[in-house]
C-alpha cells in the first residue's frame, strides 16, 4: 500500500487543480470522488 500525505475529497476542477499543483512538489496525493464520471459531462 502506498503512502499520501494529501487526501483530496472531490475531483472537480478544484480538487484536480490542487492535486496537480501539489504533484508538481513531490507529495504524494490520492483524489476520491464519489461519482464513477470525474468529468460529469452531461451532454454525452
Known amino acids: 500500500m502506498r503512502d499520501f500525505q494529501v ?8 480538487g ?7 504533484a508538481k512538489y513531490k507529495i504524494g496525493v490520492v483524489v476520491f470522488e ?3 464520471d470525474c ?3 452531461r451532454r454525452a
Open 7 to 14: 487526501a483530496i475529497v472531490g475531483a472537480g476542477v478544484i
Open 16 to 22: 484536480c487543480a490542487i492535486a496537480r499543483e501539489l
Open 34 to 36: 464519489a461519482g464513477s
Open 39 to 41: 468529468f460529469h459531462d
